[in-house]
């Protein structure tokens, strides 16, 4: 148990795990599925903004501003170089969640 008298999980891969069993699928006109990449943004007051992802490996970076966009192009650049490594298609249909702190304003 936590301070929230919540059960801790095991561990994050289980986490993870789990997270990806209740992801939604979005499909494209074309009726092709398309992948999902929630990004997760992170507020440091004086430090900025920094973002990662559960479901690219390694994406991490960050912006002295809320900048959804330089996320997107970092997670396709990630993608992009992960798919040339392993000699498959690079993903073209991709949809991107982004995920703010709740109590942060953006500006839009």
Not at 13 to 30: C, D, G, I, M, P
Not at 39 to 56: K, R
Request: net charge negative; aromatic share 6%.
């Amino acid at each position: 148990m936590d301070d929230t008298g919540l059960p801790r999980p095991a561990n994050v891969r289980q986490v993870l795990a789990n997270l990806q069993k209740t992801r939604r699928r979005v499909h494209s006109e074309e009726g092709a599925i398309m992948a999902t990449i929630r990004i997760l943004h992170h507020h440091a007051p004086g430090f900025g903004w920094s973002f990662d992802s559960p479901d690219v490996a390694g994406l991490t970076g960050g912006a002295d501003s809320y900048d959804p966009v330089h996320a997107e192009d970092a997670a396709r650049f990630a993608l992009s170089c992960a798919a040339e490594e392993q000699g498959v298609p690079v993903p073209t249909d991709l949809t991107f969640e982004h995920y703010v702190p709740a109590g942060v304003a953006v500006v839009a």
